[in-house]
């Protein structure tokens, strides 16, 4: 029996091993289809209840289920104590199907439609969190109309630039998301004059994704607690700030912060400014899930040609977007042994040039199998079935051993579905 162990490692073989389990001898033996996403179900859930734990029982973790929504995900996210940030009707059904209480649900969105806002006020979830002065007017029609006050945040736009990819930035001025601390005065007036249709709980904000440490993420903080603590000095009683989510993962450049740094860190501002009755919000997504997921691809060919050695993969940019939407770069690995010096340039099979995973250190010959890591967060939720791909299989692990296994509709289901559109 191997010993257990959360995350990606190499047994002594060799063989790349995720949560104690071989994955070689895994997809060797298995009868479920490649590519497929493999997760570490007790890596997620240590790395969730040690967040929940260093954020305390007055604050609450409210996973980012767009990381990833799989229930058996959210499942042993929520069984530690863990609540949902979410930011569609979907999520907030999945969430409510994973048992997550509405006290702990919060709903983010630039544009949420009156149907997802109706969902949310009937089921009386914790917060919404409103990102403009003209969507509060449309949060209190439709409380209005379900004759059932809306609990609203208003999620401020901090005005701060974070060291990241722009398309993952969410707290500058040029960000669509958010209320401008300019335009926080008139979103207040909003909400008192709504005549109790609208109740005023929270402020938040979220930053963006994929910091390193936690400065960024404290100045936001900081533009929060003075919007938060000039509510409260107007007479106005909050129950908590929320400071988004945003904590990073290492990619393999090196380690960054810990998640439970950055909340301590948050945490430790609500003294400063006398904020101490009110509850943290933290939204994390990526750093409870990245680390903990595998993409398992076959090799289906090399080609080498001229001074390039292509190493062609059955999983493509359909299956995994980040390489192509944000030149990210994920460690690739041979599945059966450790990497060794020669490096192949990765490629899905996918028409398009974008459809790159970037060079490798793999070995001088092409392996039958590779493992593309950290792909727990982001990946099969942003996966689609471009080039008429079905979506992958996904893989569950815990205390050893595969727990759940699931296959979506696949190709022939996809194959339908176009003739008859
Ligand atoms: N809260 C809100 C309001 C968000 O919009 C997000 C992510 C989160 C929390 C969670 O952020 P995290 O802790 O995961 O960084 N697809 C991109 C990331 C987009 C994040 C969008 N919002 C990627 O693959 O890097």
């Not at 099979?349 to 039958?368: K, L, N």
């Amino acid at each position: 029996m191997m010993r257990r162990m959360n995350g990606f490692s190499r047994a002594s073989d060799g063989h790349a091993v995720l949560g104690g389990v071989d994955l070689q001898n895994l997809v060797a033996a298995a009868n479920f289809p490649l590519p497929a996403y493999i997760y570490d179900l007790d890596g997620i859930g240590e790395e969730a209840a040690a967040l929940v734990a260093a954020a305390g029982d007055k604050h609450v973790v409210a996973y980012a289920i767009k990381a990833n929504s799989a229930g058996s995900i959210v499942r042993r996210i929520a069984e530690q104590g863990a609540g949902a940030d979410l930011v569609s009707g979907g999520e907030l059904l999945v969430a409510l199907g994973c048992g997550i209480p509405p006290s702990k649900i919060f709903m983010s969105g630039v544009a949420k439609s009156d149907d997802e806002l109706d969902a949310a006020i009937s089921h009386g979830i914790r917060a919404i969190q409103a990102e403009s002065v003209e969507e509060l007017s449309r949060v209190a029609a439709r409380a209005r109309a379900l004759k059932k006050p809306a609990r609203i945040s208003l999620r401020i736009n901090p005005s701060v630039e974070i060291d990241s990819h722009a398309h993952v930035a969410t707290g500058h001025d040029d960000a669509k998301f958010g209320v401008a601390i300019a335009d926080v005065a008139r979103a207040w007036e909003t909400v008192d004059g709504s005549d109790g249709a609208l109740l005023g709980v929270g402020v938040s904000t979220h930053v963006g994704s994929m910091l390193e440490e936690p400065s960024p993420y404290l100045e936001s903080s900081h533009k929060v607690c003075d919007v938060a603590a000039a509510r409260v000095k107007a007479g106005h009683a909050l129950e908590f700030v929320d400071f988004g989510g945003g904590f990073g993962i290492d990619y393999g450049d090196g380690p960054v912060s810990r998640p439970g740094e950055f909340a301590t860190a948050a945490i430790g501002l609500l003294a400063e400014y006398g904020l101490d009755d009110l509850g943290v919000v933290f939204e994390p997504g990526r750093a409870l899930v990245g680390p903990y997921g595998v993409l398992v691809a076959n090799v289906i060919q090399s080609k080498v040609s001229g001074s390039r050695r292509w190493l062609m993969v059955d999983a493509g940019m359909n299956d995994l977007l980040r390489p192509a939407l944000y030149e990210a770069k994920h460690r690739i690995e041979p599945l059966a042994a450790a990497p060794a010096a020669e490096a192949w340039r990765v490629v899905g099979p996918v028409c398009e040039s974008a459809d790159d995973f970037g060079s490798h250190a793999i070995g001088a010959q092409p392996p039958d199998r590779v493992a593309i890591r950290d792909v727990g967060a982001y990946g099969f939720a942003m996966a689609s079935e471009y080039n008429g791909r079905a979506l992958a299989t996904e893989v569950f692990l815990s205390g050893g051993k595969v727990v759940r296994v699931s296959t979506t509709p696949g190709r022939d289901a996809w194959v339908r579905g176009r003739l008859e559109a």
